[in-house]
T-cell receptor
Framework: AQKVTQAQTEISVVEKEDVTLDCVYE???????LFWYKQPPSGELVFLIR??????QNEISGRYSWNFQKSTSSFNFTITASQVVDSAVYFC???????????FGKGTSLLVTP | KAGVTQTPRYLIKTRGQQVTLSCSPI?????VSWYQQTPGQGLQFLFE???????NKGNFPGRFSGRQFSNSRSEMNVSTLELGDSALYLC?????????????FGPGTRLTVL
């Protein structure tokens, strides 16, 4: 069985604050893929990043960074200097190599206020 | 390149009716997946089609079915609608080469069952 847990249901920050969204996953597969998606108020899911289970290198893309730690089964997402446009629901998802299906966490709703 | 399109965007049905939702993937994408999004259950995988064949199925009753045509367009059908079927139904397309594929999501069809 696979499972993705996003313990933070809602987070509210003031613009320019840094914020970290947590994601913990469970899988028995040795080959799997982790994703983060953003769902703005318009509703369409937007792909942010993909990581495979063999690549624990952290990644930075502009104000976004991701920390993947197999030892703790976590794939956390940090937004540096948050902006109002970052307000959205963020989903962490897991896909096992043997199964073409994304298993999503319940999402974290991020509100950035001016 | 046009994105994933879903029609209709909104639907209102009554209990017991059936409904068909349509999804046109990005040109060149051969895999189409369907997800149901509700406030209570979050995003749940329904099924995935590749080259007109269902490769994966989630944990939904047989009232939920789908198909894919030779041009990769897909439809999903829900028969004997129940109140709990009210949800945002999201379609995603990908190249279909494997579980690592980035999935591109459409805007969704919001179904309301009265």
């Amino acid at each position: 069985a696979q499972k993705v847990t996003q313990a933070q249901t809602e987070i509210s920050v003031v613009e320019k604050e840094d914020v970290t969204l947590d994601c913990v996953y469970e899988t028995r597969d040795t080959t799997y893929y982790l994703f983060w998606y953003k769902q703005p108020p318009s509703g369409e899911l937007v792909f942010l990043i993909r990581r495979n289970s063999f690549d624990e290198q952290n990644e930075i893309s502009g104000r976004y960074s991701w920390n993947f730690q197999k030892s703790t089964s976590s794939f956390n997402f940090t937004i540096t200097a948050s902006q109002v446009v970052d307000s959205a629901v963020y989903f962490c998802a897991l896909s096992e190599a043997s199964r073409w299906a994304l298993n999503f966490g319940k999402g974290t709703s991020l509100l950035v206020t001016p | 390149k046009a994105g994933v399109t879903q029609t209709p965007r909104y639907l209102i049905k009554t209990r017991g009716q059936q409904v068909t939702l349509s999804c046109s993937p990005i040109s060149g994408h051969r895999s189409v997946s369907w997800y149901q999004q509700t406030p209570g259950q979050g995003l749940q995988f329904l099924f995935e089609y590749f080259s007109e064949t269902q490769r994966n199925k989630g944990n939904f009753p047989g009232r939920f079915s789908g198909r894919q045509f030779s041009n990769s367009r897909s439809e999903m059908n829900v028969s004997t609608l129940e109140l709990g079927d009210s949800a945002l139904y999201l379609c995603a397309s990908s190249l279909g080469s494997g579980a690592a594929d980035e999935q591109f999501f459409g805007p969704g069809t919001r179904l309301t069952v009265l």
